[in-house]
């Protein structure tokens, strides 16, 4: 049985720091290249970030560059997002999911290509 378990969000001050997890099981991790998405209440879906399969390769989202970075511990089947600098605009609910690739260099942006989600983590930034 598929499935992405995040963990890690709660409710955190302006400029602070988190650190989320999504752990996979029932699939072979480094077969996916990763993704982090989030979506806040009356938004559409937004790129956070993406990590290839090897973990060579990474993007964020404009909106996140420079304070959030996308890792991945293969061994440990596990995907991270280091979130600093937080600021009331990245509350949200945020998902990593998983996409099928045969390259181990590349990952996608869209989340159209994603082929297994995470069932979110709720991240509220606030004073």
């Known amino acids: 049985q598929v499935q992405l378990v995040e963990s890690g969000g709660g409710l955190v001050q302006p400029g602070g720091s988190l650190r989320l997890s999504c752990a996979a099981s029932?699939?072979?991790?480094?077969?996916?290249?990763m993704g982090w998405f989030r979506q806040a209440p009356g938004k559409e879906r937004e790129f956070v970030g993406a990590i290839s399969r090897s973990g060579a390769n990474t993007a964020h989202g404009y909106s996140v560059k420079g304070r959030f970075t996308v890792s991945r511990d293969n061994a440990k089947n596990t995907v991270y997002l280091q979130m600093n600098s937080l600021e009331p605009e990245d509350t949200a609910v945020y998902y990593c999911?998983?996409?099928?690739?045969?390259?181990?260099?590349?990952?996608?942006?869209?989340?159209?290509?994603?082929?297994?989600w995470g069932q979110g983590a709720q991240v509220t930034v606030s004073s």
């Open positions: 999911a998983a996409d099928l690739t045969t390259s181990v260099y590349n990952y996608n942006t869209d989340s159209n290509e994603y082929d297994y």
């Open positions: 029932g699939f072979t991790f480094d077969y996916y290249a």
